[in-house]
């Protein structure tokens, strides 16, 4: 054990602090243990109530460690309790894949819950949320407490109910999803979700740092945009550099002069770019040229069951009920020649780190915590504590392998896993898209090896298929989260053949190349070594990979290569690492400065929630209204119409109004961050020029839902039924699509709708 002193320094004096007193905690844990262990059940339980409510954190440690073993068969080690003890202080903690973390999360909620506190236990899939749900249940459960899980197919009745339970597991997008869909409401009585006082995040970076500035957004029907199928036609016969280029970094495509003439002569117009077509036309190409040329069947979409399903880039998963926003779903669509549905008008978006904002107390755990511990602090004002592992790592990190061009590279992975499998030893492979997991699963087929592909086409199975990756023989391929939170036992996951596995060197994984982030790369390292096992982890690059070409824009290195590619170099090496650092950083900047975009609208966004509260709990809609328009009011009260139903009425009036100018809000937010970009190029500062208009366009926005809610309350039909909102053609959309896009939505508008999205797929 030991080996963390380096990082007490880099976290701070109150990690240590805390990590020591932990320690004692958990020694005084144990030491009462043999007293509470003698508790009969029912005393066990008052125990652990009355100690987490007087925050007697030994005694609820001991109590926990006795009800886990007795009902849920496991002993929690001291790493485990002293993560619990973090987890109940505030912290996210870092501790490996395999050490437990599931019941860690479990006890720390079952404490929170003990003292009045609702918990919500996020995941970062469905599975993940049912499976924990399930497995922690008798622990949760035994001290009178009650717990559920969420998943996608739920409907709202069982939603509420669920959401009514003291512990509830559930994937961060449904709970977002169901935030927005609340926000839509006209009776409280609709709601879904009560509130929450913590959330205990799994997988704590990847929710809080990843995808933090994922938007959630809710989109209600609207009539398409799609391109004509002629448009589709001509789009699909122009080729790279003779008629359209694509940025350096592969997000936007637009147009040459030669393009364009071609566009114009098929389509038998004068001008793309006149004032007609700028707006219809123009916008229609674009998209077509979006997803033809920078949208690839397999790598950021698959077609199945005549739909087009989106692969979330950073899992390689089918994200289901994704779209892309305006129009370039149905231009996808169009171009595979599917029929295309509608499009959507966006209703509300908030972005994961303002969803996670809304709560009281967040805290979280994850096997690469101190990688992300500047993000943590910056964004959310979290800090780490690393936890040992309970068996010392006996994991074996190879130093990258580097060649010089990616053919190179991949028969160099292919030769190396075919070397590996020969031993019989499992190999596990980590690829950055489901092409490439295609392509490398086909090549090592042709070796004659026998390969599982894990990727979005078999999710369902996934993790039944990961389970098995530590077996005899095995060489699982899969993209960097497919299978997360799901163990990789040694030998099968019966470990019936742990022996053989444990002496043939345990799980071999092996990266197809960097990532843009060195965590992403010990995320996948993580899956090897678990609880003491032996492993191995090995890392390829080119000096064509991504990662390479970003963050080493312009600079080279002078390096002998082999006659197989391979560069043998420790410069090369730093300078990989170099590259990665500097990626790093490019991400971290673009977070912080989005998040300052998106920060405003959140703050707006809270000041319209609690208007929203009051609106729907208590009768202010109706009191206004009255107030400013008696004579209207006087005569309403005299047509017979009951309190309760002209008070229903006026909410529903003044909702409406608040709902439809927060969605034009936001478009109108888009369009203005847009122009700022060119404001920028003028010297102004963007952002404080975005937050004097947004915060101008938000008092106008209020002053104009209360003038319209008024007018509407002067001239609307009101009668037994209630207001006759839709006679006045006042729809009230209804939210269809949920979808989740890689960068805020709100950054995207006419021409740029593309700049914004493609950032999802890389
Ligand atoms: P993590 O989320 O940290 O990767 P899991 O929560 O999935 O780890 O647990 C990994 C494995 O360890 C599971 O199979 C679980 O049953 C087992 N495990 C965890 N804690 C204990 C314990 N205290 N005693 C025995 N087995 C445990
Ligand atoms: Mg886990």
Redesign the pocket.
């Known amino acids: 054990m030991g080996g963390f002193g380096w990082l007490w320094n880099m976290l701070g004096d109150t990690s240590g602090r805390n990590q020591k007193r932990s320690i004692a905690l958990v020694k005084k844990a144990e030491s009462l243990l043999d007293d509470v262990a003698a508790l009969p059940d029912e005393q066990l339980s008052e125990r652990g109530r009355a100690a987490a409510q007087s925050e007697d954190y030994a005694a609820l440690l001991a109590v926990l460690s006795v009800a ?1 073993q007795r009902w849920l068969g ?4 001291d790493v ?1 309790l002293q993560a619990t003890l973090r987890l109940l202080e505030g912290d996210v903690v870092h ?10 999360g479990a006890m720390a909620a079952t404490g929170f819950a003990l003292r009045g506190k609702r918990v919500h236990c996020i995941t970062v899939n469905d599975y993940l949320a049912h499976r924990d749900a399930q497995w922690m249940r008798p622990l949760v459960e035994f001290f009178g407490l009650s717990v559920a899980s969420i998943g996608e197919k739920m409907d709202s009745d069982s939603r509420r109910d669920a959401y009514r339970c003291d512990v509830v597991y559930a994937p961060v997008s449904e709970i977002g999803f169901d935030v927005l869909r609340d926000q839509l409401i006209v009776r409280p009585e609709d709601a879904v979700q009560h509130g929450a006082d913590v959330a205990i995040v ?1 997988e704590a970076d990847s929710v809080l740092v990843d995808e933090a500035l994922v938007p959630l957004v809710l989109a209600g029907s609207a009539p398409g945009v799609a391109p004509a199928g002629q448009i589709t036609e001509i789009v699909s016969r122009l080729t790279e550099s003779e008629h359209f280029e694509v940025s350096e970094d592969g997000r936007t495509v637009f147009l040459n002069d030669r393009g364009a003439a071609v566009v114009e002569r098929e389509l038998g117009i004068s001008s793309l770019y006149d004032q007609e077509h700028v707006g219809t036309t123009l916008v229609q190409v674009n998209l077509a040229l979006h997803a033809e040329h920078l949208l690839h069947r397999d790598v950021h979409y698959i077609v199945r069951d005549g739909k087009v399903q989106i692969i979330d880039a950073s899992r390689g998963r089918v994200a289901d009920l994704q779209r892309w926003p305006d129009g370039v779903h149905a231009a996808v669509e169009a171009k595979e020649g599917l029929d295309v549905t509608e499009g959507g008008r966006i209703l509300d978006t908030i972005t994961l780190q303002a969803l996670m904002g809304r709560y009281p107390m967040v805290c979280g ?1 994850t ?1 690469t915590a101190v990688e992300a511990i500047d993000q943590l602090r910056q964004f959310y004002d979290l800090r780490v504590s690393v936890i040992e592992r309970s068996a010392p790592l006996r994991r074996f990190d190879e130093a990258d392998r580097i060649y010089a061009t990616v053919e190179d590279k991949t028969a160099a992975i292919v030769q190396e896993i075919a070397r590996i499998h020969a031993t019989g030893q499992p190999v596990l492979v980590g690829t950055h898209d489901v092409a490439e997991s295609e392509t490398l699963a086909e090549r090592l087929g042709d070796q004659g090896i026998d390969v599982v592909v894990l990727n979005a086409k078999n999710d369902a199975e996934e993790a039944r298929i990961i389970a098995e990756a530590g077996d005899v023989g095995k060489v699982t391929v899969s993209t960097q989260m497919a299978g997360r ?3 990789i ?1 040694l030998g099968g996951a019966d470990e019936s053949r742990r022996d053989e596995v444990v002496e043939l060197g345990g799980l071999a994984v092996i990266g197809t190349g960097r990532y843009r982030t060195q965590r992403l790369d010990n995320q996948l390292r993580g899956r090897a070594g ?2 003491g096992d032996p492993g191995l982890s090995l890392f390829f690059v080119s000096l064509d990979d991504d990662v390479v070409l970003a963050g080493g824009a312009g600079e080279s290195v002078k390096a002998d290569v082999a006659s197989d590619g391979r560069i043998d170099s420790k410069r090369v090496g730093d300078f990989v690492a170099h590259c990665q650092r500097v990626t790093e950083g490019q991400l971290l900047e673009i977070h912080s400065q989005t998040w300052k975009y998106n920060k405003l609208i959140s703050d707006q966004r809270a000041i319209i929630d609690e208007r929203r509260f009051d609106l729907l709990h208590t009768a202010v809609a109706w009191e206004e209204l009255r107030a400013h328009n008696p004579q209207r009011a006087g005569e309403l009260e005299a047509s017979g119409v009951s309190v309760e139903t002209l008070e229903q009425a006026a909410r529903e009036i003044v909702l409406y109004h608040l709902d439809y100018g927060w969605s034009e809000h936001l478009a109108l937010l888009d369009d203005v961050r847009e122009s700022i970009h060119l404001r920028a190029i003028a010297k102004e500062t963007p952002i404080d020029e975005f937050h004097r208009i947004a915060v101008l366009e938000f008092k106008a926005l209020r002053e104009k839902a209360v003038r319209d809610a008024r007018e509407t309350f002067a001239t609307i039909d009101i009668d037994a039924e209630g207001a006759h909102l839709d006679d006045l053609g006042l729809h009230r959309p209804s939210a269809t699509w949920t979808y989740m896009v890689g960068d805020n939505p709100l950054q995207s508008s006419g021409n740029s709708v593309i700049n914004a999205l493609t950032s999802a797929f890389r």
């Open positions: 886990s496991m002993v929690p080690f485990q501790m490996a894949t395999g050490e437990g973390k599931t019941l860690v799994d755990m096997g939170g799901t163990d036992r678990r609880q």
